[in-house]
DNA sequence: ACAAAAGTGTTGAGAGTACACCCATGC
DNA sequence: GCATGGGTGTACTCTCAACACTTTTGT
């Protein structure tokens, strides 16, 4: 066993960074899209605002932190959440304590599933507007701007704008959600007739009460196809 | 200054996991989509086939670490190669040794800028064709799985395919490798009449030899726009 | 002349886009 | 009735995809 105890040895002789988990939460509030943060209380960076994240335990997974995290903030359980990796962030000095290494994810929930508790229990933890944010500790304002990007991007051919409302909605609030979210103005039509052939949400019972006309009550077909073949650059 | 204690405190009293960076190397060797493995030779997964990595140094970032093993292995410097991040995978019981995490990377090499004499000079460094693979240690069977659906996913909509190519190369040769990376036929004309509207090559002076009419020789325009429009799922 | 591979053009089907129009409800 | 917002249809344009055709070399 003299080989195990070499390798062993060869493992521990490099110096370990710390691991972190962060979540870029995204929710539609007050036709916004907001992102979660939470001001810090220690140094570095005391009283900055930042992405909540912690420390990777040994016996957890990346994702098993990550919705731990998740729910430790906003009480939201991990079914009801779309939770993508999104990146590594690991430049030597992004954090001046010690070598950091922080595996990002972003988190998509539906504002009626946020346990109102957990996210107003303190003055530290606080929805912003994308378009409005506090300057950021750490890195992390380049990694809420990753996420974003990565979440029109993402939007644009799959299904996970869904996941940002609630289970029952219209096609309004649903074209609203993503106008919000790309921030530009959608062809009603259109819209509807692609929902139409692409066949991803099917009419419930009910309607919605609004200034005119109510609308039909939808909701999304969990045996969707949610992707949709890209443009391809040659063909 | 006992903030400061307090928290540096605070950070060295998790367990630290070790941390690596694994990186897929993909090149076309013999009209083949082939990918650089190494044998390990000591415990676990001893004389088991393996993605080529290693333990990030504490000075150095993720991308630099991933460079670094790129051209201890094929002898290619960091501006003759496409490299980006792919996914970081962390399961607890991925390596029998220890927690290790590990960020995997992919890159595409083109065939002639890598260094014969680094590829060569041992018998447990070798080209493998993606769709003839030998069993691999740890999880690097998922690792290469999925570098291999975000290397074809990738093509579809960007121009990355041209890192594969030496600088001049004839349609046909950019063509044959679309073919061999996404596993399928192209047609011709439609093949050339996009990569005439989308304006990323541009003709070279000189001719290749065939077995029929000379080719004429093309490169890569540097300050061509290399990404194309999704298709949107909703207009 | 013929084979082989390079290189271009044509055409019908389907997707994208802009816009106009009808429908149901409250006041 | 009329304002408000829900819901549908149409017509023009552009891209996609299949395939036929012409051009230039070697033997």
Chains 1, 2 share one sequence.
Do not use: C
Not at 38 to 49: C, Q
Not at 103 to 112: E, G, H, I, Q
Not at 174 to 180: P, S, V
């Amino acid at each position: 066993m003299s080989a195990e105890i070499t390798e062993t040895y060869d493992v521990s002789k490099y110096e370990r960074p710390s691991v972190t988990v962060d979540v870029v939460i995204f929710s539609i509030l007050d036709k916004m899209l907001k992102a979660l943060l939470i001001k810090r209380k220690v140094w570095p960076y005391k009283d900055v605002w930042a992405i909540p994240g912690g420390f990777v335990r040994m016996d957890e997974s990346l994702e098993q932190a990550a919705y731990r995290e998740l729910a430790e903030e906003t009480g939201v359980a991990g079914a009801d959440v779309y939770l993508e990796q999104l990146f590594t962030f690991g430049e030597p000095d992004r954090d001046p304590r010690t070598r950091v290494i922080t595996v990002a994810y972003f988190a998509l929930v539906s504002a009626d599933k946020i346990n109102p508790q957990a996210a107003t229990d303190a003055a530290d933890i606080e929805w912003f507007s994308v378009y409005d944010l506090p300057s950021l500790a750490f890195d992390h304002a380049d990694i809420l701007d990753y996420a974003l990007t990565r979440l029109r991007y993402k939007l644009e051919y799959s299904a996970v704008g869904f996941q940002l409302l609630p289970e029952k909605f219209t096609l309004r609030e649903l074209q609203d959600t993503y106008e919000i979210v790309l921030g530009t103005k959608l062809d009603k039509g259109n819209f509807r007739s692609k929902l139409r052939k692409t066949n991803v949400v099917e009419m419930v019972d009910g309607y919605r009460d609004t200034g005119g006309r109510p609308a039909r009550l939808y909701r999304f077909r969990d045996d969707a196809v949610a992707e949709i073949k890209t443009r391809r650059l040659f063909p």
